[in-house]
């Protein structure tokens, strides 16, 4: 009776993992039958997923049943809840019920604290898949460098920011840019047993797509770098980006950053307050943004707060959006 719960917003490394279940476990034989891939967003699929779990699998070999968007140790659906405390004893010992979230499990609901219980019994098994967040450069640097080195690829200096300015935490580009670095890597090297160095010429050669987000034109913000900051702004908006929405997620990190700044400098120390006033569900995340503001006075973080909601007001009015964050922005450097 495996019970498998898999969360994580790394999706590509959590795929892997399940089709590594699937390839264990079922019968290549009777795959297409003992294989069902299930929606948890669709209650009837929901409901298909729990009688296939008690069905046995046909042929040799085990039956897998996924059960994707999981929801049931993230929202207090009772009915969902009390099917599977009733259920879960009774699936066959070779049938594999995998449950999986991008979201953790939420260890207020009952049911995830009734799973834990199983864990511990050893009758379910959790794996975890979280990507690093996307403000937090040092954990991005150390997912990239443990995914070079999974596929044999040493970094060289300055290659891991470069990769990361490129593809930013997305898993699955991350994989395919470094397979095709590990290929470019292998054909100019001849002797098989060197090492592979991925230098920051080889990463500028490589991976040539541009990637920005709202985190790096803050980062550029706050270090006075308004010239970088508006090109990144330009790149987003030529991409789609819509303009408004943009600034609203400037105006909420600039928000956050002067928050964090005024009550470290009145000193405040309780993280669940400053949290709270600075609307931060992570406390790790404050000890990041102490870092980034140290050097910022608070006097540019209210002045530049002021400018991003100008720039609202300005783009509300129908004005050209790159010109508006030019007007505003520029008189900051």
């Known amino acids: 009776m495996p019970i498998h719960i898999i969360w994580g917003d790394d999706l590509n490394a959590s795929n892997k993992f399940i089709q590594k279940i699937v390839d264990q476990k079922v019968s290549k034989t009777w795959g297409e039958i003992n294989v ?21 699998p046909l042929g040799d ?28 004893q009774i699936i066959p010992s070779n049938t594999y019920f995998i449950l999986q979230n991008a979201k953790k499990p939420d260890t207020r609901l009952k049911i995830t604290k009734f799973v834990r219980n199983l864990i511990k019994k050893d009758l379910a098994i959790e794996n975890s898949f979280p990507l690093p967040d996307i403000w937090d450069y040092e954990s991005q640097k150390k997912y990239l460098e443990a995914t070079a080195n999974s596929m044999n690829i040493n970094l060289g200096k300055g290659a891991a920011e470069l990769i990361i300015n490129s593809v930013g935490n997305d898993s699955f580009k991350l994989r395919s840019e470094l397979a095709k670095a590990k290929i470019y890597l292998d054909a100019i090297n001849s002797n098989e047993n060197k090492e592979l160095i991925l230098k920051s010429d080889d990463v500028k050669k490589i991976f040539n797509d541009h990637q920005s987000n709202i985190f790096k034109i803050v980062d550029h913000l706050l270090q006075k770098n308004i010239k970088e900051g508006l090109l990144e702004i ?100």
């Not at 002067?258 to 009145?266: A, E, F, G, H, Y």
């Not at 943004?289 to 002045?303: D, W, Y």
Request: with cysteine; aromatic share 6%.
């Open 234 to 333: 330009d790149y987003l908006l030529k991409k789609g980006e819509p303009a408004l929405r943009l600034n609203a997620g400037l105006i909420s990190q600039i928000r956050m950053h002067t928050i964090v700044k005024l009550l470290n400098q009145s000193g405040e120390k309780d993280l669940s307050k400053i949290c709270k006033i600075a609307n931060i569900s992570n406390p790790k995340r404050i000890f990041f943004i102490r870092k980034k503001v140290t050097h910022t006075s608070s006097v540019f973080l209210i002045n530049l707060m002021s400018n991003l909601l100008d720039i609202d007001s300005s783009l509300k009015k129908g004005n050209n959006p790159i010109n508006v964050f030019i007007e505003n922005l520029v008189n900051l450097s």
């Open 36 to 56: 069902s891939y299930l929606n948890g967003d669709d209650d009837n699929q929901i409901k298909k997923a729990f009688d296939e779990i008690l069905t046995p």
């Open 61 to 88: 070999g085990s039956r897998v049943v996924v059960l994707k968007n999981n929801p049931i140790f993230t929202n207090k659906n009772e009915e969902i809840i009390i099917k599977f405390e009733k259920i879960y």
